[in-house]
């Protein structure tokens, strides 16, 4: 029976009060009959307007209408067949600017929690069954992708299953990518992102860690070696920083490498040993998703104060709604029109306070938002002990610049064609190396497009 509620059924959550001093996930998941009332809000619109939000064409309409029916194993298999990783996707993908954005019921209401029923979905098979290994024919050429985040296990798990020898050279200890070292626990649980990648070691996808490619390897190295055609996933993973006085006073992070540490290398638990500063407050430069990240994690950490400093108003917070909801519940504090100008520190080099100054917006610059302008005679001082930069990355040019014939812009992104194959034949790329920093979804969109163009060329 159809559900005419103009709102989506509620997400289960821990209090603001008790999950901003632990590390365990914020929503809880729907159960079973939470997800068929919500399921039964979608209106099964013929012209599916959902799917042409979607960057990796999920058939939402017809797993929707498989939970709706209580088929929950249906529904993960109809996701699984063009999205290699439904548990991420249905926690951290941007929902309301993709596939929920084009939803009709969110005309007049709410959009059909969309993101919330791939979770389910997915969240329902891990409790209830096991991933099935399909046969797949071997066809003895080999293949390999650079980075094992969301592009690049994408793009093996896509070759594997037409029968490619994929091998996944991976810089860090740990398969992942971003979904291990930046997105951290309380959205994101790394059992999850394992058990994904179990999944497609299953499907015989090699995954070997420790090799910084163009350090270890170059690309022509891998060539040499064999390989048919290679693709680079390696992400945007340098960090960006203001240019202002006070950056190299101890105390002052890159977002990168504060998230990393937490993150990948467990700083929150007592058990490890992985230096961090525990701060009494904290600044965070920038208002995207990492900041809000990086934000809640120093929460987490037993900060007092918690401040996010943007330049522009809550309006151009490019950080996505939930994130900035949940920051706000948990006690985060927002100082919006704010820009710093200088770092401050004590006599011993370690950090005490930050400058800043006072905004309004002017006029749209390129990026079609209001530019953020000074105001005369505004300075003020906010006492910290810690400041994150959290301004966005870029790509690493250590693979660029240790292989021949792989042309860049001027912001340090690969240059691809259509097919996403870069200016040497045979070599691909896409995800966060080609666009910069984006989003896990179109990463893996990136992914499945470039393991089409590979399967082709080398047909």
Not at 126 to 137: G, K, T, Y
């Amino acid at each position: 029976m159809a559900n005419m509620s103009m709102i989506k059924v509620p997400m289960p959550e821990q209090d603001p009060n008790i999950r901003n001093k632990n590390f365990l996930e914020v929503s809880t998941g729907y159960t079973e009959d939470m997800a068929v009332e919500e399921a039964n809000r979608c209106l099964r619109c013929k012209t599916r307007p959902c799917m042409s939000g979607c960057p990796v064409n999920v058939k939402i309409p017809e797993f929707i209408e498989l939970i709706a029916n209580r088929d929950f194993e249906g529904a993960y298999k109809k996701i699984k067949e063009t999205n290699a990783l439904p548990a991420v996707c249905g926690r951290v993908c941007p929902q309301e600017s993709q596939c929920e954005g084009k939803c009709v019921r969110g005309v007049k209401g709410e959009s059909v929690a969309i993101g919330r029923l791939e979770r389910f979905a997915a969240d329902w098979h891990r409790n209830n069954s096991e991933d099935e290994v399909p046969p797949i024919i071997k066809n003895g050429k080999k293949v390999a992708v650079i980075g094992a985040g969301p592009s690049g296990l994408t793009c093996a798990g896509d070759l594997a299953k037409l029968g490619y020898e994929v091998t996944v050279f991976e810089a860090f200890h740990a398969a992942g990518g971003v979904l291990v070292y930046g997105i951290p626990e309380f959205r994101l649980p790394k059992d999850i992102v394992k058990q994904e990648i179990e999944g497609l070691k299953k499907l015989g996808v090699d995954i070997k860690t420790n090799m910084v490619i163009g350090k270890i390897l170059s690309v022509d190295d891998i060539i040499a070696m064999g390989y048919k055609a290679v693709y680079i996933a390696s992400g945007a993973g340098l960090p960006m920083f203001m240019g202002i006085e006070g950056e190299d006073l101890v105390g002052v992070y890159s977002a990168n490498e504060f998230l990393t540490r937490i993150n990948l290398m467990k700083a929150y638990l007592e058990d490890y040993d992985t230096p961090i500063k525990r701060s009494k407050a904290v600044a965070i430069i920038g208002g995207g998703n990492v900041a809000m990240d990086a934000a809640r994690c120093a929460k987490r950490l037993g900060a007092e104060h918690v401040y996010i400093i943007y330049r522009r108003s809550m309006d151009e917070m490019p950080a996505r709604a939930e994130e900035v909801h949940h920051a706000f519940e948990e006690g985060i504090e927002f100082k919006i029109l704010t820009n710093p100008t200088k770092i401050l520190g004590d006599e011993k080099g370690y950090v005490n306070a930050i400058e800043c100054i006072s905004m309004e917006l002017g006029e749209p610059d390129a990026s079609g938002r209001r530019r953020p302008n000074p105001v005369e005679g505004s300075e003020f001082t906010i006492p910290v002990d810690s400041v994150i930069m959290a301004l966005g990355t870029s790509p690493n040019p250590l693979i660029r610049t240790t292989t021949s014939g792989i042309d860049a812009n001027k912001r340090g992104c690969l240059i691809v064609d259509d097919n996403l194959q870069t200016t040497k034949e045979g070599v691909y790329a896409g995800g966060d190396a080609v666009t910069g920093a984006a989003t896990v979804i179109l990463a893996m969109g990136a992914g499945k497009k470039a393991a089409e163009s590979i399967n082709e060329y080398l047909s």
